[in-house]
């Protein structure tokens, strides 16, 4: 049950807009509430690909890849998530017959990530209050 009712909050948040979003708690605390993290960061993969591009200005699919140490196909998965929710732009090209693939946040990305970053921040603090 706990398992639906998660699934439905994240269709919840895509749905109304999510990531630029920070709702608050029933309690009225802002970024406290762990459900309200922005789903389309939180994974380890897609939050390496956004924390590495917010530190370079971009970065190729093989740098990428080597960075986080995950397949082709699981990094060309969540980056191409992280390019629908206009998060990152990819950019394809050729360099010479060798197929070159280069990744640069966007300044939507830019905004979720510190957004992702102070949620998290005030989750933490919250927990070490209690």
Known sequence: MAAEHARSREGESSRSGGPEEVA???????GTNPAELDQLIHGRVRLGIVSALAVNESLSFTEL??????????LSA????L????????EKS?????????????DRGRRA???YLDHMEALIERVRES
């Open 24 to 30: 608050s708690t029933a309690s009225g605390d802002r």
């Open 94 to 106: 050729f360099e010479g017959r060798v197929p070159h693939t280069e990744y640069r946040l966007t």
């Open 113 to 115: 990530l510190k957004k």
């Open 83 to 90: 390019e629908e929710g206009g998060y990152v732009v990819c």
């Open 65 to 74: 890849k080597d960075l986080l140490e995950t397949s082709d196909g699981n």
């Open 78 to 81: 969540h980056a191409r998530r």
